[in-house]
């Protein structure tokens, strides 16, 4: 494999067993645990002037924190997305910064493709000919797409309330789309019948692989570096399985580790009340969640009633003294709109449950009138601009 200098391989967040990156390639062979790529950071050689010296182009400007070097990596130069400042907004919730990391940006709208450009190169290095990953719809579309720029057949299963852009596009691409039942169990569960039938199938399943994560991550080095190296105080982010929330924690990490940042913004985890494992397994002190038995959202994108990689969120939360909050569907979709007529910025409905978690944390006493606030915007809002057009209509408007 073509890897990176300081890139040691795949440790086991759970057990610590270490695995050779050309020979692991998912879970841990010992415990079944979450693998997560490991570096040597005395290593890495690099500083705020170097690359500030980097045209901001994509995520793979951060090659000395990755896997895999930028030559080799399959990439339609994802990443590198604006943070927006909103002043109508900042002032509206009563804080001194109210930013937006605009991760609809992205070739395929959403920041999926951060995760899928990493997790497909590293199929590509695996010698891979056939990925597969279930997914509530906007992960499926990257898959498919940075899968087809790689020369790969792909299986996507998505739920039957999966949108239909997302549907579409995973066709267009290229990619072999099963429908299955309503739900996102409903599509793993199909998934995981087809991954028993097809051995040679390289997942591309969330937190199975271990590199989509590490592709999610580089939305904090651009959001500090964006900020000329001065750390936010909070990120409200909209969780379901929450890759993304313990990418962005990992690398603030490590930015501290390297000496780049001092201090670490307090991560929000954002949900919606029908779907809210984290914010309950927060709220009651628990190292892990409980799976909610009946998830009812209209924000399909965050309706994972049984994340796996609870655990790593809510440490994240917990020791950067931040937390969690849950807000209706109405409030989520008035956000989206409140943002939409204030500040010009298209969030999908998914998307809004950062907004409105800020708001309610807000309103909640969290933030003081000076702070800076990052909510992220995770995909474009035509996505389900039926989804908000209809909300908008039933208001009368």
């Not at 890495?44 to 000395?64: G, H, L, N, Q």
């Not at 996507?156 to 309503?182: C, E, I, Q, W």
């Not at 397994?281 to 990689?309: K, L, N, Y």
């Amino acid at each position: 494999m073509e890897t990176t200098e300081a890139f040691e391989g795949l440790s086991c967040r759970d057990c610590g067993e270490f695995y050779d990156p050309e020979t692991g390639t998912h879970r841990c062979g010992e415990c079944e645990g979450i693998l997560d790529p490991a570096y040597e950071y005395d290593e890495i050689d690099v500083d705020r002037e170097t690359v500030a010296a980097r045209p901001f182009d994509s995520m793979w400007r951060y090659a000395e924190l990755l896997p895999f070097r930028r030559e080799g990596a399959v990439t339609m130069d994802e990443g590198a997305t604006p943070t927006i400042d909103c002043p109508s907004l900042a002032g509206e919730v009563g804080v001194g910064e109210f930013l937006i990391k605009d991760e609809g940006r992205n070739p395929t709208g959403t920041f999926k493709d951060r995760g899928a450009s990493m997790a497909v190169t590293a199929a590509v290095q695996h010698g891979a000919t056939d990925v597969a990953l279930p997914s509530a719809g906007n992960a499926g579309q990257a898959a498919a797409a940075y899968a087809g720029r790689a020369g790969l057949a792909s299986h996507v299963y998505l739920p039957a309330r999966a949108g239909f852009t997302t549907k579409a596009m995973v066709n267009v691409h290229g990619g072999d789309l099963t429908v299955s039942g309503g739900r996102i169990g409903d599509a793993a569960a199909a998934y995981g019948d087809a991954m028993d039938e097809h051995e040679d199938w390289y997942s591309l399943s969330s937190l199975v692989t271990p590199y989509r994560h590490e592709g999610k991550k580089t939305m904090l080095y651009e959001l500090v570096e964006q900020r000329e190296w001065d750390v936010p105080d909070a990120i409200v982010y909209p969780t379901g399985g929450g890759v993304g929330l313990a990418g962005m924690y990992k690398a603030a990490l490590e930015l501290r580790e390297l000496g780049l940042i001092d201090e670490l913004p307090s991560f929000y985890a954002a949900q919606a009340t029908g779907c809210a494992p984290i914010v309950e397994a927060f709220e009651a002190g628990r190292e892990v969640h409980e799976p909610v038995e009946h998830p009812d959202t209209i924000c399909g994108g965050i309706e994972i009633p049984d994340p796996g990689g609870s655990q790593w969120i809510l440490e994240a939360l917990r020791e950067t003294d931040g937390g969690a909050v849950a807000t209706d569907d109405e409030e989520i979709l008035d956000a989206a709109i409140a943002v939409a007529q204030s500040e010009g910025l298209e969030m999908a409905p998914t998307c809004a449950a950062a907004a409105s978690g800020a708001w309610a944390l807000a309103d909640a006493g969290e933030f003081d009138d000076d702070e800076t606030v990052v909510v992220v915007n995770t995909g474009a809002g035509n996505k389900e601009a039926d989804v908000l057009r209809s909300h908008l209509m039933s208001q009368g408007v």
